[in-house]
């Protein structure tokens, strides 16, 4: 299997820039899985399915493709061959909901076995919720970024985006299926008060270690 570092961590806590900037410096194809589930999830309320409602949302998916082609040195989202802009994305109702959908259990399994594959592709640096713990719990190459919930709510402001820090932190930590955790064996990075430079080379010191 090719070489995978993975990178976790909770929402706003940088780990989608710093591990792009990770991939960038080792030359791997840089992955985001949070972006899997946002398409998804945008898919889903786009034909008008209730988040709250597991069985409708696993029913809905069940008829939804996604693909993750690779553009200058990482993948991007698409649904059946139509890319999923960032705007998309990353809209106030994607942001709302993505928790709800993530935690879908059909969803999990079939987006971990997706991203399993990706290893097709070549060396990685994959960022999520669960791929330390979960989809590649035996790579030597891990990684979880993390940031005070008062940060990581500002961040979110700054971003103009409307949804709720602590809400996601209690979805993504207290889900039945691949819940947030910090996976066994991963160095812990604080970005809370550090430049998105010396948090790249936080991790870059990180893995040289091992």
């Known amino acids: 299997m090719s070489t995978v570092i993975t990178i976790d961590g909770p929402a706003a806590s940088g780990k989608s820039s710093i591990a792009r900037l990770v ?18 999830t945008w898919a889903v309320l786009n034909v008008g399915v209730n988040p709250q409602n597991a069985e409708d949302v696993a029913a809905a998916a069940a008829g939804i493709v996604i693909e993750s082609p ?84 500002s961040r979110r402001r700054a971003q103009g985006h409307a949804d709720q820090v602590a809400e996601r932190d209690r979805l993504d930590t207290q889900r039945k299926n691949s819940p947030l955790v910090i996976p066994v064996g991963a160095t812990v990075i604080d970005n809370s008060h550090i430049t998105l430079d010396q948090a790249v080379e936080q991790v870059i010191a990180a893995l040289r270690l091992n």
Do not use: C, W
């Open 70 to 153: 690779v553009v200058d040195g990482k993948t991007q989202v698409s649904i059946s061959g139509q890319p999923i802009t960032d705007t998309e994305l990353n809209s106030d109702p994607v942001n709302r909901a993505v928790s709800l959908v993530a935690s879908v259990t059909e969803i999990r399994d079939r987006l971990v076995a997706d991203q399993r594959a990706l290893t097709a592709l070549g060396p990685l640096v994959m960022e999520g919720r669960d791929i330390g713990s979960v989809v590649f719990p035996d790579s030597p190459h891990k990684i979880y970024v993390d940031a005070s919930a008062a940060v990581r709510a």
């Open 23 to 40: 991939a960038q410096r080792l030359g791997y194809t840089y992955v985001n899985t949070g972006n899997m589930y946002r398409a998804m």
